[in-house]
């Protein structure tokens, strides 16, 4: 978790109560607030007995919690949750404790009352959660209901684009080591970091707000890094990372081009093995829990109807041909394959693999300061031209 984004979640649990009086025409309940992961949390099975709140047991890592007979949909452990086809932020994620399932209390005071609007209510001086009697019409949630924290969908209108870099792997993640079958000299998380630095200074010059997911070499949890783009109002999102070839290949050392993804379901085996690769970060992450099942295959199904496929798929044919013009080996073309760090990012978001550095001159290429300007030049011609198309399809009122 970011500095920041610890400090907004401290922010938010000292001003939290120890006890929630829930209250319907059902009776009352004191309910504990728990705290016990850093952000307070109320079960959901406290709650059932006096509101119209009920969950399944979570399956797959996803948890649906249904509320005046409205869904809700959570991914365990992370940061947000799908109501009406949109996404929310949250401080902390719901969690499976003790065999019940905890959600954070910042979803049922802070976003409940405005979605059932005159039905759910909180007075914060009492702690006190009241859902009022009869079946009121709901006001559906509008962008203008929602507000901070949710995620910024791109609103209309004429504003400085915000791009967010990420710079793969960091820390203890190294990354892919290259080239083969010599001393290796290429690290891929510092390649990455070079790399979106010069894209970073290419888009400020050309008027492009920049966010970087990570700017020395720290190690960031892939679930982070989409979180900390969004919560700094990103427009878009650019993963950069380093591609290797696998040792069982009959050329390996031979393998070299670049490609770039869009998050969907992988089409080919190679695709799935470079997000196999690339999703191995988490094994760094002391925080991951892989009892958690795969939260991902649930996002998955979630993007077929997904807005920012479409973008993400349009956004990746653009970098990739702004690639194609300085990259000294051929393109591997526009691919999709599932990748956590593109998954957690609620905006059009593509993946490049600038290279491989296992291919001792595109090792070369990657690490020398003259390839490393002119790929980061591209990308960020890439993008820019995304942004412009962007911008003209706003104007004309058709996004
Ligand atoms: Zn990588």
């Known amino acids: 978790m970011s500095a920041r984004l610890l400090a907004g979640v401290l922010a938010w649990s000292a001003a939290a ?36 709140v009920e969950a399944g047991p979570p399956r797959g890592g996803a948890a649906h919690v249904r509320v005046l007979g409205r869904q809700f949909d959570f991914v365990l452990d992370a940061g947000y949750f799908r109501f009406d086809g949109r996404i929310y932020t949250l401080a902390g994620g719901p969690y499976v404790a003790r065999d019940s399932l905890f959600v954070p209390l910042q979803w049922l005071i802070e976003y409940l009352p405005r979605f059932f609007d005159g039905v759910l209510r909180y007075d914060g001086g009492r702690a006190r959660f009241e859902e009022r009697p009869g079946g009121v019409a709901l006001r559906p949630p509008t962008a203008a209901a929602a507000g901070p924290p949710a995620a910024p969908a791109v609103p209309a209108g004429r504003r400085r684009r915000i791009v967010a870099l990420d710079p793969g792997h960091g820390g203890r993640d190294v990354g892919m080591i290259g080239p083969l079958r010599t001393r290796p000299f290429l690290r891929e998380k510092d390649v990455t970091l070079a790399v979106a630095r010069h894209v970073a200074e290419e888009l400020e010059r050309r008027g492009v707000g920049v966010v970087l997911t990570r700017t020395t070499d720290t190690l960031v949890a892939l679930g982070d890094r989409g979180r900390i783009a969004g919560g700094r109002g990103a427009d878009v999102f650019v993963s950069i990372h380093v591609n290797a070839a696998s040792r069982r290949w009959r050329d390996a050392e031979g393998a070299r081009g670049f490609e770039t993804y869009f998050l969907a379901e992988a089409r080919t085996e190679d695709a799935r093995r470079v997000a196999r690769m690339e999703n191995a970060s988490v094994r760094f992450e002391t925080t991951a829990d892989a009892s958690n099942g795969d939260p991902l295959s649930f996002i998955l199904n979630d993007l077929a109807q997904n807005e920012h496929l479409r973008e993400s798929s349009r956004l990746a044919a653009l970098v990739q041909d702004a690639l194609s013009v300085v990259h000294p080996a051929e393109s591997r073309g526009v691919k999709q394959a599932g990748f956590m760090v593109l998954a957690t990012s609620y905006m059009p978001a593509v993946l490049v693999e600038i290279g491989f550095g296992s291919n001792y001159p595109e090792a070369r290429y990657l690490t020398g300061a003259a390839g490393q300007r002119r790929l980061a030049r591209a990308i960020a011609d890439g993008l820019e031209r995304y942004l412009a198309e962007y911008e003209r399809r706003v104007t004309a009122g058709n996004p």
């Open 17 to 52: 109560p120890l006890v929630v009086t829930v209250a319907s025409p059902r009776g009352e309940r004191r309910v504990p607030v728990r705290a016990e992961r850093g952000y307070p949390s109320v079960a959901v099975a406290q709650l059932a007995p006096v509101l119209s």
